[in-house]
């Protein structure tokens, strides 16, 4: 399957963007998904994700309450809304599809997008 991230930008700390991870080559409705993100020097960590299912989420504790992942399978895209946007949320922001099972902090997807670029000016 491939992955295609988009919707990065600049925004002013306490806005809101919304990235979309859009899939093709293979059934999107049964793949489990998520979003990591890279700072600068940083190695990359977990965001967030879904199941095939859509049935349960997942957060890392730094964005929860802020962000919202959510999937339309009509459409195979997964989103990424992000409210409250802070400067430490700056980074690069892939998305990632897994056949086997549900993502998590420790994951190694099967599948990656390439990144969108997320800048937050304080």
């Known amino acids: 399957v491939q992955l295609q991230a988009s919707g990065g930008g600049l925004v002013q700390a306490g806005g809101s963007l919304r990235l979309s991870c859009a899939a093709s080559?293979?059934?999107?409705?049964?793949?489990?998904v998520g979003w990591f993100r890279q700072a600068p020097g940083k190695e990359r960590e977990f965001v967030a994700s879904?199941?095939?299912?859509?049935?349960?989420?997942d957060y890392a504790n730094s964005v929860k309450d802020r962000f919202t992942v959510s999937r339309e399978d009509v459409k195979n895209t997964m989103y990424l809304q992000m409210n409250s946007l802070k400067p430490e949320d700056t980074a690069v922001y892939y998305c990632?599809?897994?056949?086997?099972?549900?993502?998590?902090?420790?994951?190694?997807?099967?599948?990656w997008g390439q990144g969108t670029l997320v800048t937050v000016s304080s």
């Open positions: 990632s599809g897994d056949y086997r099972r549900s993502i998590g902090p420790t994951s190694s997807p099967q599948f």
């Open positions: 080559g293979r059934t999107f409705s049964v793949l489990n």
């Open positions: 879904i199941t095939w299912s859509g049935s349960s989420t």
